[in-house]
């Protein structure tokens, strides 16, 4: 889904829920997505999370899915009716779905692989929920059932997780040895890390992280002015900048901007 926070003010089919404060240094957000047409073709952007994700098309059945880590953007035809998901901070989805990032990267699992019953009965109780907040609160609280699940002193950030936090702290903007110093590790030991955690190589995920907050701030400058995006976002120059846009989205910034991303 779009990747974009909706005020209260404007109408959109995407909209954001912040988390409660337990549970914030995993979940960047929930997040609601509604399609009215009865099939759209939707341009899922890469950003460096992963999300576990509820779809209740209007005709046919639901779908709980745990969707992984990204590499680059995909084209999806999605179903007319609302979907309900959960965005994990990078390398944080392990808590509540311990699987390893090597295998669900770029991949779509059914949550039942996972949960088993458990996932079943929320799928149920999901779609029962009678308002978007409702649905948010039954998933809030089966996340604290997985996370209370593990003694405290497993649910403490590891060195990799810190540093990969710092790296979405500065939007993708730090070298791969800088990561490693801070995490006391060497840089093999932080890809091998990072990559059974995310499915990217630290490397991999800053460049993702990187265009997430470019993807922004290319919508927030008069449409051309790509030098001063690139100057910002810490890419060697303009021609740089377009060529890795165009690399993560399929588009360059002037298409994405046109495209009403």
Same mark, same amino acid.
């Given at each position: 889904?779009?990747?974009?926070?909706?005020?209260?003010? &404007?109408?959109?089919?995407?909209?954001?829920?912040?988390?409660?404060?337990?549970?914030?240094?995993?979940?960047?957000?929930?997040?609601?997505?509604?399609?009215?047409?009865?099939?759209?073709?939707?341009?899922?952007?890469?950003? $460096?999370?992963?999300?576990?994700?509820?779809?209740?098309?209007?005709? $046919?059945?639901?779908?709980?899915?745990?969707?992984?880590?990204?590499? !680059?953007? *995909?084209?999806?035809?999605?179903?007319?009716?609302?979907?309900?998901?959960?965005?994990?901070?990078? /390398?944080?989805?392990?808590?509540?779905?311990?699987?390893?990032?090597?295998?669900?990267?770029?991949?779509?699992?059914?949550?039942?692989?996972?949960?088993?019953?458990?996932?079943?009965?929320?799928?149920?109780?999901?779609?029962? @929920?009678?308002? %978007?907040?409702? /649905?948010?609160?039954? &998933?809030?609280?089966?996340?604290?059932?997985?996370?209370?699940? !593990?003694?405290?002193?497993?649910?403490?950030?590891?060195?990799?997780?810190? %540093?990969? #936090?710092?790296?979405?702290?500065?939007? *993708?903007?730090?070298?791969?040895?800088?990561?490693?110093? !801070?995490? /006391?590790?060497?840089?093999?030991?932080?890809?091998?890390?990072?990559?059974?955690?995310?499915?990217?190589?630290?490397?991999?995920?800053?460049?993702? &992280?990187?265009?997430? #907050?470019?993807?922004?701030?290319?919508?927030? %400058?008069?449409?051309?002015?790509?030098?001063?995006?690139?100057?910002?976002? *810490?890419?060697?120059?303009?021609? !740089?900048? &377009?060529?890795?846009?165009?690399?993560? @989205?399929?588009?360059?910034?002037?298409?994405?901007?046109?495209? *009403?991303?």
């Amino acid at each position: 889904m779009q990747r974009q926070t909706t005020s209260a003010t &404007i109408v959109s089919p995407y909209r954001e829920y912040q988390p409660a404060a337990e549970l914030s240094q995993y979940v960047e957000c929930f997040w609601t997505h509604e399609t009215a047409a009865p099939q759209s073709r939707h341009r899922v952007l890469p950003d $460096g999370c992963s999300d576990i994700l509820f779809m209740r098309p209007n005709e $046919g059945r639901s779908e709980l899915l745990l969707i992984g880590t990204m590499t !680059h953007a *995909g084209l999806f035809d999605l179903p007319q009716g609302s979907f309900l998901g959960v965005r994990f901070r990078p /390398g944080m989805s392990v808590y509540f779905a311990p699987v390893p990032g090597t295998e669900t990267v770029d991949q779509r699992w059914p949550l039942q692989d996972v949960w088993g019953a458990r996932a079943r009965q929320l799928s149920e109780r999901l779609g029962e @929920s009678s308002s %978007v907040e409702a /649905g948010v609160a039954v &998933i809030e609280s089966q996340l604290r059932v997985q996370m209370n699940a !593990h003694p405290e002193n497993r649910r403490a950030l590891s060195p990799t997780q810190r %540093v990969l #936090h710092w790296a979405e702290r500065e939007r *993708g903007f730090v070298r791969v040895d800088q990561l490693a110093h !801070h995490a /006391g590790l060497s840089t093999r030991q932080l890809r091998r890390l990072c990559l059974q955690l995310t499915g990217l190589t630290p490397k991999q995920l800053c460049r993702v &992280i990187r265009f997430r #907050h470019a993807a922004v701030q290319a919508q927030l %400058v008069r449409r051309g002015e790509w030098s001063q995006v690139a100057l910002d976002c *810490g890419y060697y120059d303009q021609a !740089h900048f &377009i060529n890795e846009f165009r690399t993560l @989205s399929g588009l360059t910034p002037s298409e994405y901007c046109s495209a *009403g991303a």
